[in-house]
């Protein structure tokens, strides 16, 4: 199994999906029977690169889970802020019912310019009310692991703050 390639696995009526390092034209995502499969959990957490040509393959894939299965579940694990920051700029980048359990949120260090990318993990998809409470509260204040000087989130938070808000609805 190399880095760059997805892998996956089903339990069940449950499907894990590890994606790779890049997701691009190529990337083979799986066919699934979506009569049996209930529930898809996306792990971004190798991912560093997505393409035009990975947008397009992804969107239509996703699409068509919901589209195949109207009450399907989708978790998605470790989003990297690449992947944020395409769902701020593509609607419907991540399915309508996708939740998101956890993702990296990126500081950089006004002092000495070090950045990190910090993970926030809600152990759970839950409430859109709750998931904002706990997420402001996991982001609290960092300091620079090199300077101490205490670092800034080097995103707008209201791409963050759309993503919780925009998923979580779809949690009962
Ligand atoms: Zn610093």
Request: net charge positive; hydrophobic share 40%; glycine share 6%.
């Amino acid at each position: 199994m190399t880095p760059f390639k997805l892998s996956y696995a089903i339990d069940r009526d449950t499907v894990n999906i590890t994606l790779g390092r890049e997701i691009s034209r190529e990337t083979r995502f799986p066919e699934l029977d979506l009569n049996k499969v209930k529930r898809v959990v996306l792990d971004f957490d190798k991912t560093q690169v997505i393409n035009s040509g990975g947008v397009r393959n992804w969107v239509m894939w996703a699409t068509d889970l919901e589209k195949i299965n109207s009450e399907i579940q989708i978790i998605l694990k470790n989003v990297r802020f690449v992947l944020v920051k395409q769902e701020s700029l593509i609607t419907g980048f991540f399915p309508k019912r996708s939740s998101v359990v956890s993702m990296y949120v990126p500081f950089a260090c006004d002092g000495c310019g070090q950045t990190l990318n910090k993970k926030v993990d809600l152990g759970r998809p839950a409430r859109a009310d709750e998931l904002q409470k706990q997420f402001a509260s996991a982001l609290g204040e960092i300091n620079c692991p090199k300077c101490g000087h205490k670092m800034e989130l080097d995103a707008l938070e209201e791409q963050l703050t759309r993503l919780i808000g925009s998923y979580a609805r779809h949690v009962s």
